[in-house]
């Protein structure tokens, strides 16, 4: 099962693929998360990508590209990916095409996570995560339960990502609906997304999000041809 997360800023696809994991054994594959990474690290790529990302603006597609096609031959995405951030571009939804040609893979969907932009806004600009286990809280939505010390782990340490302030969120909404909506189109004439409520509680985020993954067991892929039994 190979399934794209689309949606803006705030969405929810990190939450909701880090569920996928966590329930399916699937792989998570986020350029956001692979670019702070390398950014973090000093890597040719994340000094490339540092300015570019505190922007709010896109890392050329040749270069997530390539970090999504590294991915791809980890072992750990036998049981199927998520992609998380990515394709954005159409020239990305090209490559990624390819790169799971090369490899004998198929997207099975791409779903759409359908949100209230202006609430967006203050999503991105309250969340923050534990410093040490990664767990998301937010300003006004959801604190730990002792002031300060993460809920998950313990520790007392937090961080906000660079670019979720105000400013660059606006940017960053922006990129997405001059370049990554006008994906969708692609993948809809393939018969491949489907919709959910992203603004509904996650819960109810990751039941939608099952019930159309467990509707692709039950049906050939699109474009393939089923063979009728003999008899
Ligand atoms: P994200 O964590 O998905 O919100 O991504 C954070 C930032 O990383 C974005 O605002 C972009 O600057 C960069 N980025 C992540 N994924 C991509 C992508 N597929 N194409 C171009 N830039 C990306």
Not at 54 to 74: C, F, M
Not at 79 to 103: H, K, M, N, S
Request: glycine share 10%.
């Amino acid at each position: 099962m190979n399934i794209i997360l689309l949606g803006p800023p705030g969405a929810g696809k990190g939450t909701q693929a880090a569920r996928l994991v966590a329930e399916r054994g699937m792989a998570q594959l986020s350029t956001g998360d692979m670019l702070r990474a390398a950014v973090k690290a000093g890597t040719p790529v994340g000094l490339q990508a540092k300015a570019v990302m505190e922007a709010g603006e896109l890392v050329s597609d040749a270069i997530v590209s390539a970090l999504i096609g590294e991915r791809l031959d980890k072992a750990d995405t036998a049981e199927g990916v998520i992609f998380d951030g990515y394709p954005r571009t159409a020239a990305q939804a090209d490559a990624l095409d390819l790169l799971l040609l090369e490899r004998g893979r198929a997207l099975d969907w791409v779903i759409e996570l359908e949100v209230d932009e202006a609430a967006l806004i203050e999503r991105v600009v309250g969340r923050y995560t534990c410093a040490n286990c990664g767990a998301g809280y937010h300003d006004r939505f959801k604190s730990p339960v002792v002031v300060g010390t993460c809920d998950a782990c313990g520790a007392h340490a937090f961080k906000r990502r660079p670019d979720d302030n105000a400013e660059t969120v606006g940017t960053r909404m922006a990129e997405y609906r001059a370049k990554t909506a006008p994906i969708l189109p692609i993948y809809e004439a393939r018969g491949l997304v489907r919709r959910v409520d992203g603004m509904a509680d996650m819960e109810m985020v990751g039941s939608a999000i099952g019930a159309i993954l467990a509707e692709r067991t039950d049906r050939a892929r699109p474009g393939s041809v089923s063979v009728p039994a003999r008899g």
